[in-house]
């Protein structure tokens, strides 16, 4: 069992920045590769950002590549996502997951454990 928790969202104005956290419970995190995904209400969960538990393999959603950066401090048991150029339609629950496959799936299905999530709002 891996416990994931998200930190780091918030309010912020279109054009600005902020870094997610996900700190997992286990010292085995680096075997895990690690996602992002995001989801508003009435809508499925959509994916943002992925990396492999070495890495040096990362996916990005089109709607954010170029403005949003995923790492990981293997560690620090730690995953982040950073999130420059916000716009209003950004706004979403942010979730992280994180999975045993040596892949970096872009499909929540594939995903075994997950975060509470974290809100972040954009103002326009």
């Known amino acids: 069992q891996v416990q994931l928790v998200e930190s780091g969202g918030g309010l912020v104005q279109a054009g600005g920045s902020l870094r997610l956290s996900c700190t997992a419970s286990r010292r085995t995190f680096s075997s895990y590769a690690m996602g992002w995904f995001r989801q508003a209400p009435g809508k499925e969960r959509e994916f943002v950002a992925a990396?492999?538990?070495?890495?040096?393999?990362?996916n990005y959603a089109d709607a954010v590549k170029g403005r949003f950066t995923i790492s990981r401090d293997n560690a620090k048991n730690t995953v982040y996502l950073q999130m420059n150029s916000l716009k209003p339609e950004d706004t979403d629950v942010y979730y992280c997951?994180?999975?045993?496959?040596?892949?970096?799936?872009?499909?929540?299905?594939?995903?075994?454990?997950w975060g509470q999530g974290t809100q972040v709002t954009v103002s326009s």
């Open positions: 990396i492999s538990w070495s890495g040096g393999t990362t």
């Open positions: 997951a994180a999975n045993r496959l040596p892949v970096v799936p872009t499909t929540a299905n594939a995903y075994i454990y």
